[in-house]
């Protein structure tokens, strides 16, 4: 397959293009607000490694758990497919409360207003909850029109997702100018998020966003820009009109959890499940633990390589950032079982070795809006059932969608090979 067909990951590419679609969708694109406003941040957060030619069955996680964390708990943004549909199971407790009355669209975004500075207010948007709660309006002070929303769902408040809808980003994948997380008195946590529309900023519209996740699992998120519109308008002011603070109180305000309480409940289905063909679970290898990957990957570094960042996941993918005194250099991998399916791609695009190892390497751009950026990779998938698969890639630049900090990656393409067909690998298995 030619070179310049494999450019950014399928993952990111596919998440670029649904971001550019929901432009045209003026009613439901804030509806996607409901789940924390990340809107799909979580995968253009991270660049992933795809099967070399471009194998869309080689993709990592693509459409499942997109957020990268990092070691301290924090994260990059919440699962807004979830969050967004309300879809997720209310805790326990509160089936024994009774359902609370519906809340119409017209009565959300007249609280929306309320809670606003003295403005003026145009093109007025909302959903009542009974289907997927969101307000949207463009709010002006008098310093310049900016779109604001708020959005609702329904988390677990034991969960992963928490973590993710309140942490702060990882900034090797998201720039933003300032975060804060914090436990609120109430035992609600929020976190404060100044940030842009767009991780590459490509443009200068700012997002500005708080989210809230209460002890009872009530999701509110909250939204503003420094322009009238998310993306296709030049910006107007040189801020979104809220501060942090002002964010906050509008967020926390209680009215808002009686919102999340009057989303319906979604009764889980009681049709029993049908066994499937593949493998029993009890076969399955456990995910490897990304501690373990990310350990495993530092030491396989070459000498003269300087360590200045790391985060991943807590399974799968990890990432180190290094630097040999030429400039910081991104170095990613991803470390999956049942990756059968893309026997045949590397075949294709690279050699068997003698013990049955498939490898194959490419040489390609890392990155289509961002020029000069390049993404070598290593990709190897080991025998057995397991279908055991490294990939590890190497940027020219430290951080996702920077611009390059050096000529070439830091590793080259024969110590890519090397590291990703290293047999420590396989004492992760």
């Known amino acids: 397959m030619p070179g310049d067909q494999y450019q950014t990951p399928f993952e990111e590419r596919l998440s670029a293009a649904l971001h550019d679609a929901g432009g045209d969708f003026d009613t439901d694109r804030t509806a996607l607000v409901a789940g924390g406003r990340s809107r799909g941040r979580r995968a253009l957060t991270r660049r992933r490694a795809g099967v070399v030619g471009g194998a869309v069955a080689g993709v990592a996680l693509v459409g499942v758990g997109g957020a990268v964390l990092l070691p301290q708990g924090k994260s990059n943004g919440p699962d807004v497919s979830a969050a967004a549909s309300g879809a997720t199971s209310r805790p326990s407790a509160s089936a ?223 990432y180190v950032v290094v630097d040999d005194g030429r400039g910081e250099s991104l170095v990613q991998v991803n470390v999956q079982y049942g990756m059968h399916d893309i026997a045949d791609h590397l075949r294709r695009n690279g050699e068997p070795l003698p013990d049955g190892t498939l490898v194959a390497t490419h040489q390609g751009n890392g990155d289509d809006r961002v020029a000069g950026v390049l993404m070598w990779t290593a990709d190897t998938l080991r025998p057995g059932k397991d279908g055991f698969r490294v990939v590890i890639s190497a940027f020219n630049n430290g951080a996702a969608h920077a611009e390059p900090s050096r000529g070439n990656p830091a590793l080259t393409m024969d110590q890519l090979r090397e590291m990703a067909l290293s047999p420590e690998w396989d004492k992760l298995r």
């Open 96 to 318: 024994t409360k009774p359902a609370p009355p519906p809340v119409s669209g017209d009565t959300i975004v007249g609280e929306l207003k309320k809670l606003l500075p003295e403005g003026e207010f145009s093109q007025e948007n909302a959903r009542g909850s009974g289907d997927g709660p969101y307000a949207y309006l463009v709010y002006d002070d008098g310093e310049g029109a900016a779109a604001m929303n708020v959005g609702f769902a329904r988390v677990d408040p034991g969960s992963p997702q928490v973590r993710e809808l309140t942490g702060c980003p990882d900034e090797t994948f998201t720039p933003y100018d300032d975060c804060s997380s914090t436990r609120l008195a109430d035992g609600s946590l929020l976190r404060l998020l100044k940030g842009y529309e767009y991780p590459d900023k490509r443009v200068d519209t700012k997002y500005w966003s708080a989210d809230l996740v209460t002890t009872e699992g009530q999701h509110v998120s909250v939204g503003e820009w420094n322009a009238p519109a998310q993306k296709g308008a030049p910006v107007s002011r040189p801020e979104p009109p809220l501060s942090t603070e002002e964010l906050k109180e509008v967020a926390t305000a209680e009215v808002w959890r009686k919102v999340v309480d009057a989303i319906p409940e979604t009764p889980k289905s009681t049709k029993p499940t049908k066994p499937t063909k593949s493998a029993p679970s009890d076969t399955v290898p456990p995910a490897v633990s990304g501690k373990d990957i990310t350990e495993t990957l530092a030491g396989l570094l070459p000498k003269g390589l300087d360590v200045v960042r790391k985060g991943g996941q807590e399974t799968e993918y990890t």
